[in-house]
């Protein structure tokens, strides 16, 4: 199951990239769950369903183009720890900005149940319950 997870969180960064948001919403489990903490996003909430990844994904869409640079791929049992950069440009201004952010994924049934957001490797390998 862990290549299979981690050949999930490749393309849905591929998904992203392209803007695919019908591509995205089919590799998420109806219940998913984004927890984007202060400081770290537009809007640090919670996201829930795949109505919640909706919102989330329209709140930034329509003002900035993005890109999403993956680093790495990390399986930690059935979990993917996925270390990348978020480049992001305003669509009116045209000004860039980057992101580092360390997501870990969690999985039911051969989609993503859950997304949690860190700003350091460090801390989403210790979340994802490596040593």
């Given amino acids: 199951m862990t290549s299979e997870n981690v050949e999930l969180v490749r393309r849905f960064f591929e ?3 392209e803007g695919d948001v019908d591509a ?11 927890a984007v903490p202060v400081g770290m996003g537009v809007e640090p909430q919670t996201y829930r369903g795949h109505e919640g990844f909706r919102r989330w994904f ?6 900035m183009a993005i890109r999403v640079e993956s680093h790495d791929l990390i399986a930690v ?6 270390p990348h950069t978020m480049h992001a440009r305003g669509r009116e201004t045209g000004i860039e900005t980057e992101q580092y952010t360390v997501h870990v994924w969690h999985f039911r049934d051969g989609k993503a149940e859950m997304l949690e957001v860190f700003a350091t490797l460090e801390e989403a390998l210790e979340a994802a319950g490596r040593p």
Avoid: H, Q, Y
């Avoid at 995205?24 to 984004?34: G, I, K």
């Avoid at 329209?58 to 003002?63: L, N």
């Fill in 77 to 82: 049992g059935d979990r993917v720890v996925a």
């Fill in 24 to 34: 995205l919403l089919a590799r998420l489990t109806p219940e998913f769950e984004m």
């Fill in 58 to 63: 329209d709140s930034f869409s329509e003002i």
């Fill in 15 to 17: 998904d992203l990239n």
